[in-house]
């Protein structure tokens, strides 16, 4: 059998990676050579053209700071009709922070100022203003909202936008201890097709690699149009990691 | 009242010194601000001779401060100093604290402050500093400090307020920081490298500031040093790298970043008028800060510990050790307060290509299967031995130290305070 390719499109790694975001395709690129499956790995930037950005089998995109978080809004609007299509016809892809809030409907800044979304995902943000704290700390979640299961994930946020899901959207999961999307209604992230919004960097996928296979799964499924069981990978170092900090914060 | 704080003070300080607490060096200050706000102000005033010397910037500040007060030091000049790791604004009461007078009267002849990020603007509105020296910004500790953006832009506002009396020294290979010279009543000198650097294809991951200060957009390298340092430009606006007042002078520390803290050292000892002859002499003798560089003889062996507390420190250390032909290494995380709660920055530093030259790695620290995790995705996974005790682990690693080898320690913040205690059995701060 000829081997298995996927193109991972990394969103804006040079304005939007502040947190460990670069941990995501690490991860995923390592998981995947580990299976004899080839990566490529495309750098999606203000210079990337449509047609290269639909190249994409999965799609990473991390948080930034604000200066740049305008830089990308403004490219973004460029690419919107590419990465919504993609993002509509089951491309996976895990969206966190402020590229969570970019997919939404807008963002609502404390002085009442709105910032309009790629409204992709039926959800939006508000920040409350300084005069709330910032959600910031260690978290542990279920992603029963991807996985089915109540298996706790884990991740550490810092927003200070509060976001609230529409109907449109599924919660990743619930909330086990920390904030999640807006620290009131116990969800967190959300779920659209195959697209997975987040507030835990960390980075999430090394340290929950069950979220990171289902990816890669979704994404070699949609590509070569069969199903796929990807074969168990030596996990232990990741499953300690998960437990110690789950021991501490769950105590 | 100035006198009873100061009292009071001295007092805790005896105190905590006679029972072997670490807190002597910001309780005192932390009581005297508590009462009087404006104790700093009120002191500094009343000793207008004390020319104060501020260094802020993410890296390099405790190395920095240790090399300007050698140089006043061996000139002939008293240096007052706050505790290196004490550069709140509680840590400088304490050192006022320390260094006055029940009268509040101060016979020292300079005071050389290391400050943290978020403190700065604080510690300007309460002195009139001679030089506040701005060595860097990068990203360390988001739960803590913020994005970078807003702790240049409180700079840059605190800044606006200084008069002609004082001189700024800015690093002109740091676009963020040399932006904020711009438009000042303060005098600036700028210092910067003027050596062969990598070309812009190498930038570095973990690098922050390459968009323009002014206008947003993306910067051009000529020449990149670490991190997003180099000699820039922007072709928008054409802000570029400012004119450099000192490019070169003799360096007593290895490793790039430690040329970035003499550059800066010699400059701001310069602004108070020692002669360059003089200070060349008294660089020379510059010898590592405790943590930094730092070796330590235990059972006739050798170890030697690199602070590593964020991307950029991390990859300019990996960097210089392997330039030292580190064999055996010792990495240790921890999450507490002054390391930051979030260890996601271990992904952004590039290890990758350093690991396969280290016969050994030891990990320990509060999130040390974190660190194991990241070494196993760079694709190491033989010889890496993990340990959940730090003392376990030191003392592992070195039995395994063959003889003659340098064992070399990176540490975070806490996790220094920590492997030092483990090596000479006492706590230092």
Redesign the interface.
């Known amino acids: 059998m000829k081997k298995q390719t996927i193109t991972i499109g990394w969103l804006y790694p040079e304005l939007m990676s502040i947190y460990g975001d670069r941990g995501n395709v690490i991860c995923l690129q390592k998981r995947c050579e580990l299976r004899d499956i080839n990566v490529k790995v495309l750098l999606v930037g203000l210079q990337t053209t449509e047609k290269e950005l639909a190249s994409c089998d999965l799609l990473l995109m991390g948080g930034a700071q604000d200066s740049q978080q305008t830089i990308v809004s403004k490219d973004l609007v460029k690419k919107k009709k590419t990465l919504s299509s993609l993002i509509e016809s089951g491309v996976p892809g895990v969206y966190i922070c402020g590229a969570f809030q970019f997919l939404g409907k807008y963002y609502k800044e404390a002085d009442g100022t709105i910032i309009d979304g790629l409204g992709i995902f039926d959800l939006y943000t508000e920040n409350p203003g300084n005069n709330f704290p910032r959600l910031i700390g260690n978290m542990a979640f279920d992603a029963s909202g991807l996985l089915g299961i109540e298996k706790a994930m884990v991740g550490f946020e810092n927003h200070g936008g509060r976001t609230y899901l529409g109907m449109g959207v599924s919660p990743l999961g619930r909330v086990i201890k920390g904030f999640g999307n807006n620290g009131e209604d116990g969800t967190e992230g959300s779920v659209y097709k195959n697209s997975i919004g987040t507030y835990s960097h960390g980075p999430i996928l090394p340290k929950n690699p069950e979220i990171a296979d289902w990816l890669i799964q979704k994404a070699l499924e949609k590509k070569y149009k069969q199903s796929i069981a990807l074969s168990p990978l030596d996990d232990t170092i990741s499953q300690k990691a998960k437990q110690a900090i789950l021991q501490r914060i769950l105590k | 009242m100035n006198t009873l704080l100061i009292f009071l003070g001295k007092l805790v300080m005896n105190i905590s010194r006679l029972l072997g607490k670490g807190s002597g060096s910001t309780w005192p200050g932390h009581i005297a601000l508590s009462v009087n706000p404006y104790f700093i102000s009120e002191l500094s005033k009343k000793n207008p001779h004390l020319k104060i010397i501020l260094i802020a910037g993410t890296n390099g500040k405790t190395t920095t401060s240790k090399m300007i007060a050698t140089v006043l030091e061996k000139n002939g000049k008293s240096v007052m100093q706050n505790k290196s790791g004490a550069n709140l604004l509680n840590g400088v009461a304490s050192s006022f604290v320390e260094s006055a007078n029940l009268f509040g009267k101060i016979t020292k002849d300079a005071a050389v402050f290391e400050i943290d990020e978020n403190t700065l603007p604080l510690v300007l509105e309460q002195t009139k500093p001679t030089v506040v020296i701005a060595l860097n910004l990068f990203?360390d500790q988001?739960?803590r400090y913020g994005?970078?953006?807003s702790i240049a832009k409180k700079w840059k506002k605190a800044f606006s307020f200084l008069s002609e009396n004082t001189t700024l020294v800015l690093n002109a290979d740091d676009p963020q920081v040399a932006f904020l010279g711009e438009k000042l009543h303060a005098k600036t000198v700028y210092f910067g490298l003027e050596e062969k650097g990598e070309t812009a294809s190498h930038l570095q991951?973990a690098?922050d500031s390459?968009?323009c200060p002014n206008c947003?957009n993306?910067l051009e390298y000529k020449k990149i040093y670490y991190s997003h340092l180099g000699v820039w430009s922007c072709t928008f606006c054409k802000l570029k790298r400012p004119q450099i007042t000192l490019v070169n002078t003799m360096y007593p520390l290895p490793g790039s970043y430690n040329k970035y803290n003499t550059l800066a050292a010699v400059l701001a000892v310069k602004q108070l008028g020692i002669p360059e002859n003089l200070v060349q002499d008294a660089i020379a003798t510059v010898t590592p800060a405790f943590g930094r560089q730092e070796k330590i003889t235990i059972n006739g062996k050798t170890v030697q510990i690199f602070l590593a507390k964020n991307p950029a420190s991390f990859n300019q250390t990996i960097k210089t050790i392997a330039d030292m032909h580190a064999k055996h290494v010792l990495f240790i995380l921890n999450d507490r307060i002054p390391d930051g709660?979030?260890?996601?920055?271990?992904?952004?530093i590039d290890i990758e290509k350093f690991l396969p030259q280290f016969s050994s790695i030891f990990i320990a620290g509060d999130?040390?299967?974190?660190m194991?995790?990241?070494v196993?995705?760079?694709?190491r996974n033989k010889d890496v031995y993990s340990f959940e005790s730090l003392s376990d682990c030191f003392w592992n690693a070195l039995e395994n130290l063959p003889e003659k080898e340098t064992l070399y320690i990176l540490p975070t913040y806490s996790a220094m305070l920590d492997v030092r205690k483990v090596i000479t059995g006492k706590k230092i701060l």
Do not use: P, T
């Open positions: 990203r988001l739960d994005e970078l953006d991951h690098s390459i968009y947003h993306r709660r979030d260890v996601s920055w271990i992904w952004d999130r040390v299967y974190d194991e995790l990241r196993w995705y760079a694709g």
